[in-house]
């Protein structure tokens, strides 16, 4: 009977829901000039409920398009500085002109407030793009992530990864303080929409720059999450457990408590179902990214595996933390930070290799198996103080340290393509670290006169220890008419410590008042570096590790400073911003090894520029371009003459005369975001040529034992294009299709050498998808996606063959609430890689369900869910570069079934008052 009566409502929707339009131009009732970018929206008059919203042009113009099967709709004008606008409008004709309107200033205008009947859904303010949440409908028990995802331009991956009309998020503050550090999915997956009054989007700046009045960075953005004022004083959070086959286990908890100014919170959890970072189980991302697909731009593909702490394998995870923020006067601002993490984790790993040389291949096969344990701190403190109106103080420490063990064994064996062995190793290895630092910022800002001049300072300090013990077991053979074999037995005893700071200034002078500045800035820097390893062979006499080992022993002290003088221009217009600068740089390199008495040192001079500027054709059309000239110095491992013989098969050494790498870079962007038709687009170009470019020189021996060292070469380029456009179409109040197409260009070249002849290598990437999502609010979503992505390197040495590689993937998420309190949740992953080596799988089927029911009055939801409910899961990857064809397959995680409970709980009140229903009503 249900179905029945959902399919009859379906239907019955659609004959009766009828599209209207509603058009019309605003301008000032004083001055008649038109009004770009006031809000306007259509309501249901019954309910409130939104049915359709747009901004007005550059012209004043509007054009409202929704869906209704009512015969009248309330229409509502907002814009800064006005009075609110409200007619009932009758829809019977399907199409009103509403002629011109003429908005009258408000008599109480304040800049940045919106004095209106009712707050619009979206708002443009100058450099602010805001959200009213509560014009947006979600799922129910929806969290900030689920919300974002409802947003016009607003998409969000699987990973979690924001962007705002093609460009990327970088960084997340909850009532403009940061929440847990630089993880921003804390926040977006586990702070609930009902708490979010605002979502307000911006470009990134830094603290002293918004202090400043200077320019933000245009090309990353910044989302404020902004709690309810009238939810602003209580308890509120989350738990959650489950436990299921193959003894897999989750659990989590986060507890906040807000006050007005003062918010703390504190969280933890853990898994073995290799969820990296913290989110709750039973949510959307409820398997923890443990799906990953990728393919780069030289035809690496890993699909079905994990990348979790810099590795595969399967992970057990603890993290916990706590996080406090508060305001100490009208003033100062102080927030801290602590998080604890630890992980587990095991990997055995298979790995096919094919060496290319240009007179003769070989193959190299190898076995390899791991095991580590983690334990990591980690501190973060922020206190800005404005000592008045014109000086502000920003300081910023960081404290981090870890330690660790890891186990690690393997055997490894090369040969010809007649099945002769040339070489074959084994090798055990057992390694102890720690890990301490502790990183400074202190930025001191003084503004003068009234036209945007300011002086600033800032002073940067890192100090670093790593301890390492490491113990080696390990047997290389070499054969060929000069057969050798090595034995090791080896202790390490490891140091690296290193201390530098920066000190700049600036100084910003207005030429033109508020409009064109010149700027002055000065920067030194210096880095020094400890690097002792000391190595001791095992003595059969003693039995004790007492032979120091010289050959492999270092006791490196490593210096580089630089100083850099720089002077720049930049305009801002109101709708152009455009800045240059030129700088010269002049650093000195110096390297002394102790144990074998060899020193170097190396002066580097160069110049550094840099254009940027933007233009704004309207407040939803934008675009941006620049060009970098940047100058980086070689490494000191790459300088140094020292021999490093730590692995025989691959013995390496510095150059001594290498130059620096001159860089040029050029990036452009546009985006757009069009309310009238709900449709957007955005397009961007970074590239850069690069001469005198650092690379490896590799010589291979009839034994294909490989010598490496390193030169510089010109020519070398990459470029990266992306072009997206996503519509939304509302077909009534409560359905809405989606479209989204992605367009990813990528290319390279490279310079390289093999066995001292020098070739070109070319890459070409394509990548195109398509999505499309259907939504039935309260009941259902539906997302395909299709995506195809071929890579095809090519060679000028005919001893290399060209080679493309293929991937095909399939994405299909859906989510149903129907009945209520009931949800079903599907993410499946079909991807088809024909590319890769015989004996590897080419083909899988992910799938991840889960059912979940609400309880106690919706705050407890219990969730049965299923990890790769196929059993298809594999890590079988391809990895192709000028000289080698790699295919590796590793431990994965496999089916296993998990049921799970968590319970909310929520006190949240007006601000300054509190709520007596306590944490279980």
Known sequence: MRL???????????????????????TDAQSGVPLESATVYAEKIQDSTLVTY?????????????????????????????????????IKDRIVNLENIKMLPSSEKLDGITITAKRAPVTIKKDTLEFNVASFKTKKDANVEDLLKELPGVEVDSEGNITVNGKPVNKILVNGKPFFGDDPTIATRNLTKEIVDKIQVTDTKTDSEAFAGEAG????KTINITIDEEKNKGIF?????????DERFEYAGLINYFDN??????????????SPGFSFGELDKMFGGARYVSMNSNGAINYGGRNFGGGQGITNSRVGGANFADELGKETEISADYFYSASNSFNNEIRNRENILPDDRFISNSASSSKSETDGHNVNVSFKTEIDSTFQIEIRPQFNYSKGVSAYSDTETSSRLNGDITNQSSTNRLSESKNSSFENRLELTKKYGANGGFFRIRFNNDVSKDENDDELQSNTEIFGDDPNTIIRNQRTDGEQKNSGFEVQTRLRYPIFSKKLYLEGTYTYETDDREDKQSVFDFDEGTQTYGLFNIEQSTDFNNKNKSSKPEIGLTFRGENFNISANVGYVSRKLESDDQVRNVTFKNDFDAIEAGLRSSYSFTKKLHSWMGYRLSNNAPSVGQLSPYVNVTNPLNIRTGNPDLKPTNRHSIYAGVNNYDYQTKSGFFGYLNGSLSNDNVVSKTTTDENFVRTTTFTNVDGVYDYNANLGWNKSKQLDSIRTVKLNLVLNFYGNKTVNFNNEIQYDSRTITFSP???????????????????????????DLVAF?????????????????YPERFEWNNDINYNYNPDVADGFQKSAVFWNTSVSYSVINNKGLLTLKAYDLLNQNTNARRTSTADYIQDIQSTVLQRYFMLSFSYKFNTLGKKGETDDNGWWD
């Open 54 to 90: 747009t901004i007005s042009d550059q012209n004043g113009y509007f054009k409202l398009i929704g869906n209704s099967g009512a015969k009248e709709v309330n229409v509502n004008i907002s814009f800064i500085g006005y009075e609110g606008y409200l007619k009932k409008v009758s």
């Open 769 to 795: 998808k398509v999505g499309i999502g259907f939504t039935w609010k309260d009941l259902f979503t539906i997302e395909p996606t299709y995506s195809i992505s071929s890579s095809k390197n090519t060679f």
């Open 801 to 817: 063959e060209d080679e493309t590689y293929l991937q095909h993937t399939l994405e299909l998420e859906t989510n149903f609430t």
């Open 4 to 26: 029945l009566t959902l399919t009859l409502f379906f239907f019955t929707s659609i004959i009766f829901a009828q599209e209207f339009i509603i058009e019309g131009s605003l």
């Open 261 to 274: 100014e003062l918010r703390v919170s504190a969280l933890g959890g853990g898994n073995n179902t290799n």
């Open 217 to 220: 960075d245009d090309e990353n």
């Open 237 to 245: 959070g989350r738990v959650a457990a489950g436990g299921g086959t």
